[in-house]
């Protein structure tokens, strides 16, 4: 049984900067891509950013792209988001998500089968 725990939301102005972390219980972290979600209230789901199980390959969304990088270390079974220039449309609950099957890689939140319990991100004007 995996289990995600994020950590670093917060409230910040914007133009500011947060770094939210995930760990993961549960072995074999490393075949597995993992993702980043979000949701704003009364919106869907959408993804922010993937990252691939040997760190080879990172996509953003295109919103957040030039602004929020993917990490990851697989030694302490972490993985991360980090944030600048926040802006107020990136308020929302950020989510850490691992992908269903290993060495695979997709960017649908459909791929993905463990979620964590999110964490909030508020920016504020």
């Known amino acids: 049984q995996v289990q995600l725990v994020e950590s670093g939301g917060g409230l910040v102005q914007a133009g500011g900067s947060l770094k939210l972390s995930c760990i993961a219980s549960?072995?074999?972290?490393?075949?597995?891509?993992m993702g980043w979600f979000r949701q704003a209230p009364g919106k869907e789901r959408e993804f922010v950013a993937a990252?691939?199980?040997?760190?080879?390959?990172?996509d953003v969304a295109d919103s957040v792209k030039g602004r929020f990088t993917i990490s990851r270390d697989n030694a302490k079974k972490m993985v991360y988001l980090q944030m600048n220039s926040l802006k107020p449309e990136d308020t929302a609950v950020y989510y850490c998500?691992?992908?269903?099957?290993?060495?695979?890689?997709?960017?649908?939140?459909?791929?993905?089968?463990?979620w964590g319990q999110g964490t909030q991100v508020t920016v504020s004007s």
């Open positions: 998500a691992k992908q269903r099957t290993p060495y695979s890689y997709e960017v649908v939140a459909s791929s993905y089968s463990s």
């Open positions: 549960g072995s074999a972290f490393d075949s597995y891509a």
């Open positions: 990252i691939l199980w040997n760190n080879r390959t990172r």
